[in-house]
């Protein structure tokens, strides 16, 4: 229908992915924008299948988006039997991509190659992960409750664990709010322990460890000529070491003193740098 640019498709949940891929192809041939329309009954509880797809259709809207929807797709449904026309659906416990790659690291260890990806190898190999060891005894983790699927749980960790700046990370909780509502205190502690993380690379600090009530802080170099600067600070009961930093909360597990702390640190940090 070439002279044809609006779709409108009821009911969309109970399409299947490819079909309504398809079905959107069907309009804005050409010069044409082209638009879609997928609607669902206002009070009606979707399946989260069906949540899945239209997810997916959602967010694949741009030229050249095929291969993913048909990746997403095999992800949702299962890849099932080469031979067979039954459907596993072991592949949603892990996901797709991390299922492929633990396929491509097998076939490189039966091949006697060597693993070309670090990133890769250290998903499977057992060694410890990069960054800063944290020990803040929080409980935090993704809900299942909050996110029942458990592809999707797995996707967003390795969202959490890739993001490389704090302004990317509150990116990725707006989004989350807004696709899922208010979020709960364990994910909360989650997004906390990986902001603590990015903020420990900036500052060059190996490990906090929470002992009762006191944050054990280990730098990466010797901190002992700031010694009289941190520990002037009138608001947090502050103890250096050489190396470490020790700092007394005034309420077991207080993630708020943790947070003036390192405005204290990063405000020190930025009068040194601009000494230098």
Do not use: W
């Amino acid at each position: 229908m070439p002279s044809v640019n609006t779709l409108i498709v009821d009911n969309a949940d109970r399409f299947g992915l490819a079909q309504l891929y398809q079905l959107r192809g069907r309009i804005g041939r050409s010069y044409r924008q082209g638009y879609a329309y997928f609607t669902i009954p206002e009070f009606k509880i979707i399946t989260p299948p069906a949540q899945a797809r239209l997810d997916t259709i959602l967010a694949s809207s741009d030229i050249g988006s095929g291969y993913r929807v048909a990746s997403r797709d095999l992800e949702i449904r299962g890849a099932g039997q080469v031979l067979g026309k039954k459907q596993s659906g072991h592949i949603t416990t892990i996901g797709f991509d991390l299922y492929m790659k633990m396929i491509s690291h097998a076939m490189k260890k039966v091949k006697g190659q060597e693993l070309l990806d670090d990133k890769d190898a250290k998903l499977f190999e057992n060694q410890n992960p990069k960054g800063p060891h944290l020990k803040l005894n929080l409980n935090a983790l993704i809900p299942t409750e909050f996110i029942p699927e458990v592809s999707t749980r797995i996707s967003l960790y390795n969202e959490l664990a890739e993001i490389d700046a704090i302004e990317d990370l509150y990116t990725l909780k707006v989004e989350i709010i807004d696709k899922y509502g208010q979020i709960p205190i364990e994910f909360e502690n989650l997004f906390t322990v990986a902001r603590l993380r990015l903020m420990s690379f900036q500052c060059g600090i190996d490990s906090i460890i929470l002992k009762g009530n006191i944050y054990h802080i280990r730098f990466d170099q010797t901190i002992k000529s700031l010694k009289y600067i941190l520990e002037s600070n009138e608001e947090l009961d502050i103890n250096v070491k050489n190396r470490s930093l020790n700092c007394k909360v005034s309420r077991y597990s207080n993630i708020d003193t943790l947070d003036k702390l390192f405005n204290f640190i990063f405000e020190i940090k930025h009068r040194v740098e601009s000494i230098h």
